[in-house]
Every structure is written in structure tokens, then in C-alpha cells.
């Protein structure tokens, strides 16, 4: 019975330890549920790794048909438009899925972000490239300067109005729209599950602030066993704590990153998408520079800083309320008044000398995308530059790039010192002092003074263990309340730094909303508009971005233009478009092939770009097929990252290869037709990987780019000199070869040789904007056979001179052997 009645003591002591409303178990079992929660998708992850692994192992080797129907079912786009994709990680492979944002999507969002921040990034952009050029042109000391002043000018100008205002939250509304797209998505089930860890480390504060009250206790009470009792339950509650912890990084991180999927999918959707809004945001646009990096790297500071801001402004919330009651229950109503006229002063004179920190966060990141940006050009051309021998050139764009980068980063230094001293002194010191004095009120003033010793003397004197019980008390009510005043100016001072975040919030908020604004505006092909210039003439056109007249038809049997000019857009410039060609006038019927000729710089590309949809149709009728029945072989061909088969099937990819029903086999066939045969053996089969703009030469990847079409099939091809670096001979069988399988050919090019393979003649003479149509027929024919017959004499008279110099080399071979 002694037994049984010591340890329900210990039993009632502990649970008034822990919960002194007896809600021990409740914690407990919080603490249970939530592990469990965080754990239940390991075992959904394992099992589709399980299901997923055997497909990815076809990657690595030959395919049969069992494997193609399941890559098949892996990779083509469902009915919906989404599609699985397999992602190698860590040795295994997971089945991700991909759905693509819908356009009843777009067009909700739209209203959102139509509304471009008050100053973008245009300014600073196009400050930007006009002072880069005013560098390049000289190396003084003096330039630099004042292109230093005329950045920061400019930077201010852009950053001007970012800061925690109006409209900061109102971007931020309109992009967590995107954020969290439905009430049950996977965001907000992960934002609960953090809520939760929180609100379980404030409980857990509480719990570790009255224990060490009690240890502190028993040791000024000489109680060893109440000791050793407490040190126990001390590690006993550092196993939830620390596990609380490591939750709350983890779920911060996973937020983020939740964040940043959801943001990358939808402005990926926006910018890889049928209208070519990657294409319109660099070459038709100037409200925003370095695209990239806003992609890349503003939108995953965005939602680092936002993950992180929530779980710095939401802790300390809940800490502030909750140990504000339970200090109010120790230090009364004066306590709490003292606490919170000492909050209110703090705030007050930090709000007073905090900088802006918005500004300075989206001046520096539009410098860190100038620096990146000159790398990335220096990268693109780099073999041009090599060849000019302008590395010394580049070095000092790289270097002025990186200079302002980094003076506009030290500024930043300078202003936090006076700032972090301003801060820490506030928050750690006077915070602290404050503290002090408060919990020690109730000590000082709360108690009457001792009487004199001649009243003591007449009174009966207190026994030790009364005194040593009151000593032991005061003590674990000061310990308590200083643990529970240091967690909350802890959680005082992690508010006021959360401002500065929330500030440099605002920064990375403006680019983000700038991205994805301009993003939905090109998407409804409304460009940056500029007014008409007062000089300009009346009977002048005036061909500007924000008011586009032309119509566009798709879906059409034939390519026809009707009164249209071909214009090369000026995106931010007061003169407006360019005229190349006036009101062309045209109908390509299927079977009928046109040549396209003239002088370069009249405009022959333009037209091609023009039917693709890469420039706009400002006036006139455009009448064109769909995107499928049309294909653009340009002079520079692409190749992509993937393996020779992929190159000449793309943009397929290997399952819609095979659904097409070809074949390896029809490849060899097609790589024959082009010349190109021997590329399997040389390479090492279909399945080879290497960078091929690097191993092919320029005739091989322009007789890729012929492989593509003859592969497609498309009811139209447009070639723009997509066989320069061809011979005439192959090139003519691939030209017969095109024409047999029914392709319609658009040719852009000035070799007289291709005019037998083609019907009708434009020619754009280039004198304002004037152009010509004529039938090839015998005096066109007759003309390009006497420019070849011109060409085989040349070559001809040159047979003799290379007879001598061959039997020249052999006489120095056979003397260098001897």
C-alpha cells in the first residue's frame, strides 16, 4: 500500500508538472498523431518507386514492344493533356506527374495580373543596355563613374514604390492565387501540419520553462531525489522538442519547394506554350530583362523568404500571446502594461531606422541579373570572341558588371552596421534590462519590509524549513518567469527582424509579379505600346507593338498573305517597326513551290518569321496551316540534349516516335535520303549521347534539320538557307526527295541552282519595300543553268591546277621518305 500511494504521488506530480490542467496526454498523443502524419507517405513513395523502376531500366538498353507500350504509357499526354514523367533521384525513379495548367486557368488569372507594378523592370533594363554600350565604346575611369551614377539613378527609379504598401499586397494576393490554387491542395495540408509543430513548440516552451523552475527548486531546496527527478524529465522532453524542431525546417523547407513547383509549372506553362512567349519576352518586349534569372532565381528566393517569413511571424505570435497570459498570471496587470508599452517603444524606434530594404533586395537582384547575363552572352558567343580576340573587351563588361554588383552589396554592408547595432542593442540589451526590472517588481515592491527588531524580538521566530520553503519558491517563480521573459523577448526581437524580411519580401514580390504579369500579357499579345512621335509625317506608317490590326487565320489549305507588310518590330523604341517589305500579297497553293530571293537585309527571314508567328501581323490578312501541317527549317538547326535517334524524330519524343509506328529501321532509310547513314556505326547506335552541335559539322547539321522534315511529313516546309553549307548535288536530292513525299517548299535562298525544284519566284528587290512574283519558267530556268554552267567551268578550269599541285605533294612525300 505504501508502495502503491508513493507512486501515485509521483504520478499526480508529474502530470501537474506537465500540464497543470491535466492535458498531459493530449500533448502526447498531439505529439503521436503528428509523427505519423509526417511519415505516411514514405510508404506510397516506396511502393510507386517498386512499380516505377522497371520502366526506367528500358532507358539504359534495347527496347522491346512490352517496354515501348509502357514508356508509351508513361510519357504521351493523356486525354486531359497531362503526362508522367520519370525522374531519376538518389538511385531510384520516381512517376511524377505533369498537369499542365488549362487556359480556363489563364484567363481567371488574368484579371489579376494585368496590372503591371507602377515602375517595372523596363527602364532600368533598357538603362541598363544603353549604358553597357557607353561603356564598351571607352575604358576611362571617368565613364565608369558616371555610369555608376546613372545605374543607381536608374535602380532607384525601378524600386522606387517597392516596399510593404498597398500595392505589395496586392501582388502578393493575386500570386497566391497560384500558391495555393484549391482548399485542398497539398500546400495547405503542409501549412496545417506546420501550424500544428508550432503551436506544439509554444506548448513545449511552456513545459521547459516551469520544469526548469521546479529543477532549480529542488536543487535550492536540497531535494536530491526531486532532482535527479527533474534532470530525467528534462531529457525526456528533449526527445519531442528536438524531433518538433527538425519538423518545423522541414515542413518550412517543404513549403518552399511546394511554393516553387507550383510557380515554375505555371510561368513554364505561360512561357513554353504554342504562342512562344519565351521568343516575344526577348525579342518583342522590353518591360523585362534577363528572364532567366527571374525564373530561375527570383522565384525561388520569393519562396524561400515567404516559406520562412510565415514561420517567423507566426511563432512569435503565438509565443508573444501565450507567455504575455502566463506572465500576466505572476506579474499582474502592471507587468503585462510595463511588457507592452516596452513592445510599442522598441517597434516604434526600429520602424524609425530600418532601412528600405525592399529596394535595396530588388536593386541588387536586377544588378546579379545584368552580371549573370553578360556571362551568359560571353557563353553563347564565345567562339566569335574567340576568334576576334576580344577576351580583354569582354573582361572589362564582366568586370564593370560585377563592380556595380558588388559596390551596391558593400553599400548594403555599410547601412546594416548602424542598423544591427541600433537592432541587437535594442532587442538584446534593453529588452533584457527591461525584463529584469519587470520580473523583479513583485520581489522588490510586492512584499512589506521587515519590521524593526524590537516588534521581530516580541513576535515568534520562523522555523528554517518555513523559510527555506519560501526561498525555493521565489526562486522557481523568478527562474520560471525569466525562462518564459527570455523565450518571449526572443520571440519579440524574431518579429522585429521579421520585418526586414518581410521587407526584402516585397522586392522579391515585385520581380515575381513583374514575370508572370508580363507573362500573361504577351499571352494575350499585348505588347509594351509607344506613342506616335510628334515629327513623324502624317502619311507615314507608324507600326507599334500595342496596336497590332493585321489578322492571323490558322488552319488554312494554303499559305496567303493579303496587303500585309513584313515589319521588323522595335520593342521600346519612339520610331516604331521597321518597314521591310510593303502590302506582300501571296498565295502559296499545296504543290505549288516558291523560291524566295533578294539582297540580304530586305527582308527574306522576315517573312518566314512572320508565318511562323514569331512576329506579329501588324496590318493585312495572314492566312497560314496549323502548326502541325508546317514546319521551319532555319540556317543555324538546333540540336537538342539526347540521343541520336531523338535528334532526328524531334520535337517527338521517343514514345510518340514509336506510336507513330516508324522504326529504327525508317530512320536508316531517311538518314540514307539525307546522306547521312553512316552515323549510327560512327556514333555507336541510335541510343548514343554527346553534344551534338559539337561533334557534327555544319553540312551534317543541316542535313539533320532535312533529316527532321523528310521524317514529319509536313504539308508546308519553310527553308531559310537551310542548305548553305551543303553541296549542290546532295542538296538537289534532298530538294527531289522533299518533293516526292508531297511537301510544299517554301525555299529561302540565293542559289541559283535550287530554281529548277521550284515554280513560282518572289524576289524583294529591297528598294522601299518593293517586291516581285514571276513564274519560273524557260528564262528563269535558262538563267540558272547559265549560273551553273558558269560555276562548273570555274571549276573545271581549276582541274589542271590541282592535277599540278596534287603531283607537287607527291614529289615532297616520296623525297620526305627518302
Avoid at 165 to 176: G, P, S, Y
Avoid at 511 to 534: C, D, F, G, W
Wanted: charge should be positive.
Amino acid at each position: 500500500m505504501a508502495v502503491q500511494s508513493k507512486l501515485r504521488q509521483q504520478s499526480s506530480w508529474l502530470t501537474q508538472l506537465l500540464d497543470p490542467h491535466n492535458r498531459a496526454k493530449q500533448g502526447l498523443g498531439l505529439v503521436a498523431l503528428l509523427v505519423l502524419f509526417s511519415l505516411r507517405k514514405q510508404l506510397q513513395q516506396w511502393l510507386q518507386q517498386r512499380n516505377v523502376v522497371k520502366l526506367a531500366r528500358a532507358r539504359s538498353g534495347s527496347v522491346n514492344l512490352d517496354v515501348a507500350d509502357a514508356l508509351k504509357q508513361v510519357y504521351l499526354p493523356k486525354p486531359d493533356g497531362s503526362r508522367d514523367l520519370l525522374v531519376p533521384n538518389r538511385g531510384r525513379v520516381s512517376r511524377v506527374p505533369i498537369k499542365p495548367t488549362t487556359s480556363r486557368t489563364f484567363d481567371n488569372d488574368y484579371a489579376a495580373f494585368r496590372k503591371l507594378p507602377p515602375t517595372s523592370d523596363a527602364s532600368a533594363a533598357n538603362a541598363g543596355k544603353k549604358q553597357l554600350s557607353q561603356q564598351d565604346a571607352s575604358r576611362t575611369q571617368i565613364e565608369d563613374a558616371k555610369a555608376m551614377r546613372a545605374e543607381g539613378g536608374a535602380a532607384a527609379a525601378t524600386a522606387k514604390k517597392v516596399g510593404v504598401n498597398k500595392e505589395f499586397f496586392r501582388q502578393l494576393k493575386a500570386i497566391f492565387r497560384i500558391l495555393i490554387p484549391r482548399r485542398n491542395s497539398k500546400e495547405v495540408f503542409i501549412f496545417l501540419l506546420h501550424t500544428s509543430f508550432l503551436v506544439l513548440r509554444t506548448y513545449l516552451s511552456m513545459l521547459v520553462a516551469r520544469l526548469d523552475g521546479i529543477i532549480v527548486r529542488d536543487l535550492v531546496s536540497a531535494n536530491g531525489r526531486g532532482f535527479l527527478r527533474g534532470l530525467g524529465l528534462w531529457f525526456l522532453l528533449s526527445i519531442p522538442s528536438t524531433y518538433t524542431n527538425s519538423m518545423i525546417r522541414f515542413l518550412q523547407s517543404k513549403l518552399a519547394i511546394g511554393f516553387r513547383t507550383r510557380l515554375t509549372r505555371y510561368v513554364h506553362d505561360l512561357y513554353l506554350n504554342d504562342k512562344a512567349n519565351f521568343y516575344r519576352i526577348i525579342n518583342l518586349d522590353g518591360r523585362l530583362d534577363a528572364a532567366d534569372q527571374y525564373i530561375t532565381t527570383d522565384i525561388a528566393r520569393f519562396c524561400e523568404t515567404l516559406a520562412a517569413l510565415y514561420s517567423n511571424v507566426s511563432k512569435p505570435v503565438l509565443d508573444l500571446i501565450i507567455f504575455n497570459y502566463a506572465l500576466s498570471r505572476s506579474l499582474g496587470p502592471l507587468g503585462i502594461l510595463g511588457l507592452t508599452t516596452n513592445y510599442l517603444f522598441t517597434g516604434w524606434i526600429l520602424r524609425q531606422v530600418t532601412p528600405a530594404f525592399g529596394k535595396l533586395a530588388a536593386i541588387e537582384a536586377k544588378l546579379e541579373g545584368d552580371f549573370r547575363s553578360a556571362h551568359s552572352r560571353l557563353i553563347t558567343n564565345a567562339e566569335e570572341i574567340a576568334f576576334y580576340n576580344g577576351a580583354s573587351i569582354e573582361a572589362g563588361i564582366l568586370n564593370r558588371a560585377y563592380i556595380r554588383l558588388v559596390r551596391h552589396v558593400n553599400s548594403i554592408f555599410k547601412i546594416r552596421i548602424a542598423f544591427n547595432m541600433t537592432e541587437d542593442f535594442v532587442l538584446k540589451y534593453a529588452w533584457s534590462a527591461a525584463g529584469y526590472v519587470i520580473i523583479a517588481a513583485p520581489f522588490l515592491f510586492g512584499q512589506k519590509k521587515p519590521q524593526s527588531e524590537s516588534t521581530d524580538a516580541a513576535l515568534p521566530a520562523a522555523k528554517p524549513t518555513q523559510i527555506d520553503s519560501t526561498v525555493a519558491s521565489k526562486t522557481e517563480s523568478y527562474i520560471s518567469n525569466r525562462r518564459l521573459l527570455l523565450s518571449l523577448a526572443d520571440a519579440g526581437s524574431r518579429l522585429m527582424y521579421s520585418y526586414k524580411e518581410l521587407a526584402e519580401l516585397a522586392g522579391f514580390t515585385s520581380r515575381v509579379y513583374t514575370l508572370i504579369s508580363t507573362l500573361h500579357l504577351l499571352n494575350k499579345e499585348q505588347y509594351q505600346a509607344m506613342p506616335r512621335p510628334i515629327d513623324l509625317a502624317a502619311d507615314t506608317p507608324f507600326y507599334d507593338l500595342g496596336n497590332i490590326q493585321g489578322e492571323v487565320v490558322v488552319g488554312s489549305d494554303t499559305v496567303a498573305f493579303d496587303k500585309l507588310p513584313i515589319v521588323a518590330p522595335a520593342p521600346g523604341l519612339e520610331r516604331g517597326g521597321e518597314e521591310l517589305v510593303k502590302d506582300l500579297t501571296l498565295r502559296v497553293k499545296p504543290g505549288e513551290h516558291i523560291l524566295i530571293t533578294g539582297p540580304n537585309g530586305v527582308g527574306k527571314t522576315a517573312v518566314a518569321r512572320v508565318v511562323a508567328g514569331l512576329w506579329p501581323v501588324f496590318q493585312g490578312r495572314l492566312e497560314r496551316p496549323s502548326i502541325n501541317d508546317i514546319m521551319f527549317l532555319p540556317q543555324r538547326p538546333y540540336l537538342s540534349v539526347g540521343s541520336l535517334r531523338e535528334q532526328v524524330i524531334y520535337p517527338y519524343t521517343y514514345p510518340e516516335h514509336v506510336a507513330s509506328g516508324k522504326t529504327d529501321e525508317d530512320l536508316l532509310d531517311i538518314l540514307k535520303d539525307v546522306h547521312l547513314a553512316y552515323l549510327p556505326s560512327r556514333e555507336g547506335g541510335w541510343e548514343t549521347r554527346k553534344e551534338w552541335k559539337d561533334v557534327l559539322s555544319g553540312g551534317e547539321k543541316q542535313r539533320m534539320g532535312m533529316a527532321r522534315l523528310l521524317y514529319h511529313r509536313p504539308k508546308f516546309g519553310i527553308l531559310d538557307e537551310c542548305t548553305s553549307a551543303v553541296s549542290t548535288d546532295v542538296e538537289g536530292l534532298m530538294y527531289a526527295k522533299a518533293k516526292e513525299l508531297g511537301i510544299t517548299l517554301i525555299t529561302i535562298s540565293h542559289r541559283p541552282s535550287l530554281f529548277k525544284y521550284h515554280e513560282v519566284l518572289l524576289r524583294l528587290t529591297g528598294e522601299n519595300g518593293a517586291w516581285e512574283t514571276d513564274f519560273i519558267g524557260a528564262e528563269t530556268e535558262q538563267l540558272s543553268m547559265e549560273h551553273e554552267i558558269e560555276d562548273l567551268e570555274k571549276k573545271m578550269a581549276e582541274v589542271e591546277g590541282w592535277k599540278t599541285r596534287i603531283g607537287e605533294i607527291q614529289e615532297e612525300l616520296s623525297f620526305s621518305k627518302k
